[in-house]
C-alpha cells in the first residue's frame, strides 16, 4: 500500500481524532503526506516494512507499528509532538535515531 493512493482522509467532529491505517499484506510506503497536527495517527503493517518515501505522517501522537523493518531502504519522515514505534526485526543498541521535526531512521 502507498499513502499515495489514498487521495482524501477526512476526520470529522472536534477536538483528537484516533486515524489507525494498517496494511495486511505488504509493506506500507509513505508516497504522500499523510496526518494532522492534532490527530493520534498509527501506521502499521501486519507483514511488511513501513518505508519512507516523499510524504511526511504528521500527528501529536504518532505510531508506526511494522511485522517487518521501519524506515528501510528510505528513512521515515515524521513531524509530532510524541513518537512511538515498534517493529519485528532484531536490532542492536543504536541502530534507530529519531529526529521528531525530522526523519525516523535504522
Do not use: K, P, W, Y
Amino acid at each position: 500500500m502507498n499513502s499515495n493512493q489514498i487521495t482524501t482522509l477526512t476526520t470529522s467532529g472536534t477536538g483528537t481524532q484516533t486515524v489507525d491505517l494498517t496494511a495486511s499484506s505488504g509493506n506500507l510506503t509513505l508516497g504522500a503526506g499523510i496526518g494532522n497536527a492534532a490527530d493520534s495517527l498509527t501506521l502499521q503493517t501486519t507483514s511488511g516494512d513501513l518505508v519512507g518515501g516523499a510524504g511526511t505522517a504528521t500527528a501529536a501522537a504518532l505510531t508506526l507499528n511494522a511485522s517487518g523493518g521501519i524506515g528501510i531502504g528510505t528513512a521515515v519522515t515524521a513531524t509530532a509532538n510524541q513518537l512511538q514505534f515498534d517493529h519485528g526485526r532484531t536490532c542492536g543498541r543504536g541502530e534507530h535515531r529519531a529526529d521528531l521535526d525530522g526523519g525516523l531512521e535504522q
